[in-house]
């Protein structure tokens, strides 16, 4: 993208804050991602980790790191007090959060403000709202945003539950209000089959958010998931990044995203983005966000939640626009203003993200173990965000996401072909890993067409004979 | 090999001495490989656990690293609050890995086998005492019992009190007050 730097040295002499070092309270691919752009900024880093992820490469390319539990993440990556009584041991001036663990923590974010650490990311107050789903729905409503029709508190008994439903109509999804990452969620397309699923759903919320309260929304029909990326500064001003289609998952959880959307004209584009970035003004957002969309057959999108942090999926905004959405997050939380306006947002070519998990490509079940033999491809337009080399050792604590392979291309159809390129000469081995799902997937008839929805794995795994269900 | 007739990046005056050097030991006799200086170089290296040497002479430079076995060993032994006596390694991180704070006491305390190692189950600054005034908790000599406070580790402005959680004889004492210790970090040494 042709973002028209004015940040240049003329700010520099009003900016108080510049980071001379940063703590990454995180693991894995991010650790490393949020290490290569402060290496670029010439900003110092600082890694944590558990004593199983010793070898791990953030570890290795941090400029100081320190262990800070063990393998269990409560007590290693969720563990507060070690995190803060590193970052004061080592005297950082800021933490970035990455995605996951404590990213979206208000709690943290508010003891770092305490201690005088810049949290990189929005203020602790709108990662709160946003954390609670039924809250984040009521508030961007009232921003202007629309939302799916559903119940706008809690749902505190089956009664309750079914009143709603039948004046929603089926079928409905029951989501959990503390939730994301696609867990504690539950199509139900009939009566019978409401009381169920709100006590699954509400038990399944409670072990992972420690919160069991569940509300209901209409459920959309083979929707896409359209997110849009927006980034703004302490000063209030606000820009989007274009979109991501992010309909491929299994479980709710993503498989593959591109960028852009094949269905989003640019006057839908422009609409939704608008709506993104209006929104997150009135909430006083700073820092990167994305704001998560169903759009349904009919072009007609509805709020559904804002993720108040990176993303997974980040790198294919920053293949299509040329922006670097770290260095944004740092330069922001230093104090810098935006200095882009929404025409300076190019959007060139295509984008596509394979999410490469340690995982056996047909039952998904997961597959530790060491790594032995190990290529990863390169040349033009292909970008690799992994934590991983020849000899380390995949363990089960953790997520099983080991690698993104994106590429960037002129058009979808040449993205396409270069991703199989790539993830034919991706070597990986020693461990079981999709990268043989997401082949099979680059020859798929209607995921080539660009005929994607949310239904689109299930579709693809009864195609190639599993018949495991790809939702619920 | 030859130097390139035109230089492809900036002009670098370390890459065109490095290039210079290229010929041969027979053209510059006076910079040859002295193997017994070479030994006493790795010796050097070995004896004072340094990960990384890197000597210049007359023309002639030579730099030994270590490998590491056991992550301990890899990192520079750099404590982050204090700077090192000596400079052992080059600050690129490839070369030597980010700076521990657990690295020189790991190494001591892998070499003691037959004892009880107390581990920091914290991250923190280490203090030997519960004030700048007081007596240590223990010293080299000291018994202890499972009870005994052995030390305080300071996170977060808060004393934790760590307690020995065995019986014994302090015989060891792997780090120094007001080091800054990470989780698993070698604390003490108790023969049983």
């Not at chain 1, 990454?24 to 900024?41: D, F, P």
């Not at chain 1, 790191?65 to 080592?90: K, M, R, W």
């Not at chain 1, 980034?231 to 992010?246: K, S, V």
Request: with cysteine; net charge negative; hydrophobic share 40%.
């Amino acid at each position: 993208m042709h973002f028209v730097l004015f940040c240049g040295t003329n700010f520099m002499a009003f900016n108080p804050r510049k980071f001379k070092k940063i703590l990454i309270a995180n693991r894995g691919e991010i650790a490393c991602r949020v290490i290569w752009t402060c290496k670029e900024m010439g900003i110092k880093t600082v890694a944590v980790h558990s004593d199983v992820d010793r070898d791990s490469l953030h570890v290795r390319f941090a400029d100081e790191a320190a262990c800070i539990g063990p393998a269990p993440s409560a007590q290693s990556y969720l563990n507060i007090p070690a995190i803060i009584s590193t970052a004061e041991i080592f005297n950082v001036d800021a933490i970035h959060p990455g995605y996951g663990f404590l990213a979206e923590s208000a709690y943290f974010a508010e003891i770092c403000e305490a201690c005088n650490i810049k949290f990189i990311g929005p203020p602790a107050n709108v990662i709160r709202l946003m954390g609670d789903k039924i809250e984040a729905r009521r508030a961007m409503h009232e921003a202007g945003l629309p939302i799916v029709p559903g119940s706008p508190s809690g749902v505190t008994s089956e009664e309750e539950g079914l009143r709603l439903a039948r004046d929603i109509g089926y079928p409905i999804i029951v989501k959990a209000s503390a939730g994301g990452g696609g867990r504690g969620m539950r199509i139900v397309r009939s009566e019978s089959e409401l009381g169920k699923a709100l006590e699954t759903a509400s038990t399944e919320a409670a072990a992972a958010f420690h919160d069991g309260t569940v509300y209901i929304e209409k459920y959309i029909e083979q929707p896409r998931h359209i997110e849009i990326q927006v980034m703004a500064d302490e000063f209030g001003e606000c820009i989007h990044l274009g979109e991501r289609e992010c309909s491929i998952q299994r479980r709710h959880q993503k498989l593959m995203e591109e960028a852009p959307s094949t269905v989003l004209t640019p006057e839908l584009r422009k609409t939704m983005g608008e709506a993104a970035v209006a929104a997150c003004r009135k909430l006083g957002y700073s820092s990167a966000g994305t704001c998560e969309f169903l759009l349904d057959a009919q072009g007609n999108y509805y709020f559904m939640e804002m993720n108040t942090r990176i993303q997974v999926e980040h790198p294919v905004t920053e293949m299509v626009t040329l922006a670097d959405i770290v260095r944004n997050q740092i330069r922001i939380a230093e104090g810098e203003p935006l200095g882009y306006t929404q025409d300076d947002l190019l959007i060139v070519g295509h984008a596509i993200e394979c999410r490469i998990n340690a995982e056996n490509p047909e039952t998904f079940a997961p597959s530790p173990g060491t790594i032995t033999g190990f290529n990863l491809p390169g040349g033009p337009g292909v970008r690799v965000d992994t934590f991983v080399y020849s000899g380390y050792q995949v363990t089960p604590f953790y997520d099983s996401l080991i690698a993104k392979v994106i590429v960037h291309a002129r058009t979808r159809e040449l993205a396409i072909a270069r991703m199989k390129r790539a993830l034919e000469v991706m070597v990986i081995e020693g461990i079981k890993t999709t990268i043989p799902l997401h082949q099979k997937i680059m020859d798929d008839p209607r995921f080539r067409a660009g005929d994607i929805g949310t239904d689109f794995m299930e579709y693809f795994l009864a195609r190639n004979g599993k018949k495991v269900a790809a939702s619920q | 090999m030859s130097a390139p007739k035109e230089e492809s990046e900036a002009p670098n005056k370390r890459n065109r001495s490095r290039r210079e050097q290229q010929p041969g030991a027979a053209e510059r006799p006076s910079a040859s490989v002295n193997l017994d200086e070479l030994r006493e170089l790795i010796t050097l290296l070995r004896d004072n656990g340094l990960a990384e040497l890197e000597l210049e002479n007359e023309g002639f430079r030579v730099r030994l690293r270590r490998e590491s076995e056991v992550a301990e060993s890899s990192h520079a032994p750099v404590s982050p609050s204090a700077p090192a006596p000596e400079k052992p390694a080059a600050p690129a991180p490839a070369a030597s890995g980010p700076a521990h704070p657990g690295t020189q006491a790991t190494t001591a305390a892998a070499q003691d086998q037959d004892l009880h190692i107390i581990p920091s189950p914290i991250v923190g600054t280490f203090y030997r005492s519960a004030s700048p005034t007081a007596e240590p908790f223990v010293k080299i000599g000291s018994n202890v019992e499972d009870d005994s406070v052995v030390c305080i580790i300071e996170a977060m402005k808060l004393m934790n009190e760590i307690q020995a959680e065995t019986s014994g004889e302090v015989v060891k004492i792997y780090v120094e007050n007001g080091q800054p210790v990470e989780y698993g970090q070698p604390l003490f040494g108790i023969q049983r």
